[in-house]
């Protein structure tokens, strides 16, 4: 059995996909991860006069469902994407032909029951790749909308993710650009993702955290999921309507308090990112609807994006930092978010960014978007040398769409100081005493094997170093301790290691005592 019987499972569909790549003239990517003999010979050279970005679109579109999805995320990466085909695959497009109504109906009664609603519309309200939605009432009158999984869907797009994985290994395997843009990596991000959006209770958890996240936002909406009632194939959410964000004319007659709802647009996205690290990764103009009282409704909860602590707090001094105009560690907050690859021209990137942090200098929503800004340098970065990670460059996107919600309601929206405020304050609730002191002693039970070895860790250090601690009194060996104490503590905490840090912290407190006690 060779290579390929051993990675994927479905050899006919692999041979199929590769065949369409084939006839869209993309023989070239085939013979340089070597699979082009897979391909008959009749069908190896392309002889469509397409140009190449409208051949990857249409390509994506005949292979599926699968292949749209990951299309349309790639439309969403001009970090790593040449803007001519970003363009193109813009317009992939998700709508599909809903399924039949009588097999919603089948699939409804088994996983939840048909007799639980009053009733259950027939034609559907929406319908994409992997599910439909319907309009129902239940029993007791309440108005909800049931989405409802494609039958096969999840065998069907688990296979073409198999296939999909495999063909980045080979690609980054045989091309060191498609390692360089870190192509693997994405098309592992984006199969997790979509995994997740085939299992309906997966969403519906999606949906309960960033409402518990947001509830301390008095202006936002998610709609209430009845998890009693949601299976991994159907799931059932309080129905509410409201006008699409991109509606533009629509907001503006409106009479709501405009500046209200632009700080409460660009202060919940603030906190989804580098509060919660938990954000909506859809950012679909049509997944944000406003209320006529001015609410934010914020629905489909399939896509969700995570950031690490590490990330949220570099994205957040980094921003601060362009605030205060501080172009030196605005950059190296940066380079800490992604990948410097070894040619990376940093002079020209440090220079892009101070030129991006002088325009947004109190500038208001009309005059410069803040997070197109922002979004800009991601690709910029990525031209230069720095690749930032997908869940990034989609929280850009997501940043820029709740932006947009504020400027078309709101254009002298005074961003800077909203920005700057949510953010502090953030900072502030993260680096509360209470908090440091509990990761402390996390990391201290965590490296206690670490700290049992104190003295001889104290000992090399001192000899790597060559530290000598000079006292005029040399009967005083406490003070002799405590003073080496801090100078290890200072070394220790500088080393950017979590394990040297807990135990410089703990020196330092160690040290804090011996100087307390012998006073």
Request: proline fraction near 3%; glycine fraction near 6%; aromatic fraction near 6%.
């Amino acid at each position: 059995m060779g290579l390929l019987e051993n990675k994927v499972e479905d050899v006919e569909r692999f041979d199929e996909i590769i065949t369409i790549m084939a006839e869209q003239g993309l023989g070239i990517f085939l013979d340089e991860i070597d699979m082009l003999d897979r391909v008959p010979i009749t069908k190896k050279f392309s002889r469509k006069k397409v140009p190449p970005p409208e051949r990857l679109r249409e390509t994506f579109e005949q292979l599926g469902p699968t292949f749209i999805k990951f299309g349309q995320i790639m439309a969403e990466r001009p970090d790593i994407v040449p803007e001519e085909y970003t363009e193109e695959l813009q317009k992939l497009q998700d709508d599909v032909p809903g399924f039949d109504s009588e097999k919603a109906r089948e699939i409804v009664d088994e996983e939840i029951g048909l007799e639980k609603f009053e009733n259950f519309e027939e034609e559907h309200i929406a319908a994409a790749s992997i599910a439909q939605v319907h309009r129902a009432t239940l029993e007791d009158g309440s108005d909800v909308v049931v989405k409802i999984r494609r039958p096969g869907i999840k065998e069907e797009v688990s296979r073409d993710l198999e296939i999909l994985e495999f063909l980045a290994h080979r690609g980054v395997k045989n091309s060191s650009f498609l390692e360089d843009i870190q192509l693997l990596r994405a098309v592992k991000e984006f199969s997790r993702w979509t995994r997740q959006e085939l299992n309906l209770k997966k969403e519906a958890r999606n949906g309960e955290l960033l409402a518990e996240n947001l509830s301390d936002e008095d202006n936002i909406k998610i709609p209430d999921i009845y998890t009693e009632m949601t299976t991994e194939k159907a799931m059932v959410m309080e129905y509410v309507d409201g006008v699409k964000s991109s509606d533009t004319e629509a907001l503006k007659n409106m009479e709501i308090d405009n500046e209200k709802l632009a700080g409460t647009a660009i202060r919940s996205s603030l906190k989804q990112i580098l509060r919660d690290g938990f954000f909506h990764a859809d950012p679909h103009p049509s997944n944000f609807l406003v209320r006529e009282d001015g609410t934010l409704i914020m629905i489909d909860f399939g896509m969700m994006g995570n950031l690490s602590k590490d990330t949220r707090e570099n994205m957040a001094l980094m921003i601060l930092h362009s605030l205060r105009e501080d172009v030196d560690k605005a950059f190296e907050d940066l380079k800490r978010m992604g990948h410097v690859q070894d040619d990376a021209d940093e002079e020209a990137l440090k220079a892009e960014l101070e030129e991006k942090i002088l325009l947004i200098q109190n500038a208001n929503l009309e005059e410069v978007s803040f997070t197109g800004q922002f979004l800009d340098m991601t690709i910029q970065a990525s031209r230069h040398g720095v690749i930032m990670p997908q869940s990034l460059v989609l929280m850009g996107k997501s940043m820029v769409t709740m932006e947009g919600i504020g400027m078309a309601v709101a254009p002298e929206y005074e961003i800077n100081d909203e920005f700057r405020d949510t953010i502090k304050q953030i900072l502030r609730d993260d680096f509360q005493p209470e908090k440091l002191m509990e990761e402390l002693s996390l990391d201290i039970v965590e490296n206690r094997d670490l700290i049992t070895e104190l003295p001889s860790k104290l000992n090399e250090l001192t000899e790597q170093k060559e530290t000598e601690v000079h006292v005029e009194n040399q009967q005083n060996d406490s003070r002799t301790l405590e003073a080496g104490l801090i100078i290890s503590s200072a070394f220790l905490l500088t080393q950017g290691r979590k394990e040297l840090i807990a135990l410089g912290a703990l020196e330092m407190l160690f040290a804090a005592y011996l100087f307390h006690t012998n006073k």
